[in-house]
């Protein structure tokens, strides 16, 4: 198995919604990370997970929040967002050693309303 | 100054050119380098990767290494309309902390 699967693909919420964005991967990774992409920009770096304990955090609001259960699971739980934050979050994860490349997800397409 | 630099293009070349791509990378310890390729609404894919100084070729990619100059480069020999995509420099920073990091991206036109 060497996919890195996302759920739900498409996500419309309203901004008093809570909701959460999930990613799996059995490839034995031990890093995981959340970016956010917005139309036309690159993959902006939010967390990342080693080991699964949090180990970057890039200044991210707090109504983003993530939660790593285990070494396969990632969860990323929003709460009260902003229709700024519509855009397509995406996941990866790669082998625990610096030396290695990402693999991605299909990501979700998240639009807030 | 940010961590990973590329020139946002857009770059267009004819059917059977070479393309060419640049990066460049703010973290000197930096030592291993990603170039992905996206197409608009879909995820980013690997094309190559690259640790050592001087170039790897794969098929008609070729990805170019120099540390000293903190430069990253990619070449697309016989460039197809297929390969209009948005390029991606990725670069695993060496904080230890396992960060990838992203240029802006190039996006490429190859026309027929």
């Known amino acids: ?113 | 100054q940010k961590e990973v630099e590329q020139n946002s293009g857009p770059l267009s070349v004819p059917e059977g050119a070479i393309a060419s791509l640049n990066c460049t990378y703010s973290d000197r310890g930096s030592q291993s380098f990603f170039w992905y390729r996206q197409y608009s609404g879909k995820s980013p894919e690997l094309i190559m990767f690259i640790y050592s100084n001087g170039d790897k070729e794969d098929g008609r990619f070729t990805a170019q290494l120099n540390k000293a100059s903190q430069y990253v480069s990619l070449l697309i020999r016989d460039s197809q309309p297929s390969d209009s995509a948005t390029y991606l420099c990725a670069v695993n920073m060496d904080t230890g902390g396992f960060k990838t990091i992203f240029g802006a991206g190039t996006r490429l036109f190859v026309k027929a």
């Not at chain 1, 309203?14 to 139309?39: D, F, I, P, V």
Request: some cysteine; glycine content about 4%.
């Open chain 1, 1 to 113: 198995d060497t996919e890195v699967t996302q759920t739900p693909k498409h996500l419309v919420m309203g901004m008093t919604n809570k909701k959460s964005l999930k990613c799996e991967q059995h490839m034995g990774h031990r890093a995981m990370y959340w970016y956010k992409q917005k139309a036309k920009k690159p993959p902006e770096l939010m967390f990342v997970y080693s080991y699964e304990k949090l180990s970057i955090n890039e200044s991210v609001p707090s109504r983003f929040s993530p939660e790593c259960p285990n070494s396969s699971l990632l969860n990323l739980h929003l709460h009260a967002l902003q229709p700024e934050d519509s855009a397509l979050y995406l996941c990866a994860s790669r082998p625990a050693d610096r030396d290695t490349e990402a693999f991605f997800g299909q990501g979700t397409r998240l639009t807030v309303v």
